[in-house]
C-alpha cells in the first residue's frame, strides 16, 4: 500500500512561482521514478516531469524546460516541483505518481500510485 499526497497548489498571478509537494508514506522507494502529471479541463492529462529516485536524473515536457525544476529529498521520502514564471496555460490540477521500474518512463500507465491532485490556478 502507497499513499501520496500532494500540496502546494494555489492561486497565482502569471509570472509568479509555486513549489507543489508530494509526500509518499506505505513502503520505501529507492531505484524508482515519481513523476508530476497535470490536466486541465476539457484536456487530457499530460506528463510533466520525472524523477528517477536513485540518481535525481530528471526528465521534463518541452512546455516546463527552463521554468519546473523536480527534486526529490530521500529521507523524507518526498517529491518537489518548483514551478517558476509561470502562465495561464500552467492552470491544472497536478497530480504526483510512482512508477515502480528503475529507469523514468513518462506514459501515464508505468504509474501504478497516484495522488489525489492539487489545483493549480494562474491569473492572466
Known amino acids: 500500500q502507497v499513499q501520496l499526497v500532494e500540496s502546494g497548489g494555489g492561486l ?8 507543489l509537494s508530494c509526500a509518499v508514506s506505505g513502503r520505501t522507494f529507492r531505484s524508482y521514478a515519481m513523476g508530476w502529471f497535470r490536466q486541465a479541463p476539457g484536456k487530457e492529462r499530460e506528463f510533466v516531469a520525472a524523477v528517477r529516485w ?8 518541452d512546455s516546463v ?3 519546473f ?3 526529490r529529498d ?3 521520502n518526498t517529491v518537489y516541483l518548483q514551478m517558476n514564471t509561470l502562465k495561464p496555460e500552467d492552470t491544472a490540477v497536478y497530480y504526483c ?12 500507465s508505468a504509474y501504478d500510485y497516484w495522488g489525489q491532485g492539487t489545483q493549480v490556478t494562474v491569473s492572466s
Open 12 to 19: 497565482v498571478q502569471a509570472g509568479g512561482s509555486l513549489r
Open 54 to 61: 536513485s540518481t535525481g536524473t530528471t526528465a521534463y515536457a
Open 65 to 67: 524546460k527552463g521554468r
Open 69 to 71: 525544476t523536480i527534486s
Open 74 to 76: 530521500n529521507a523524507k
Open 97 to 108: 505518481a510512482v512508477n515502480p521500474r528503475d529507469y523514468i518512463v513518462k506514459a501515464q
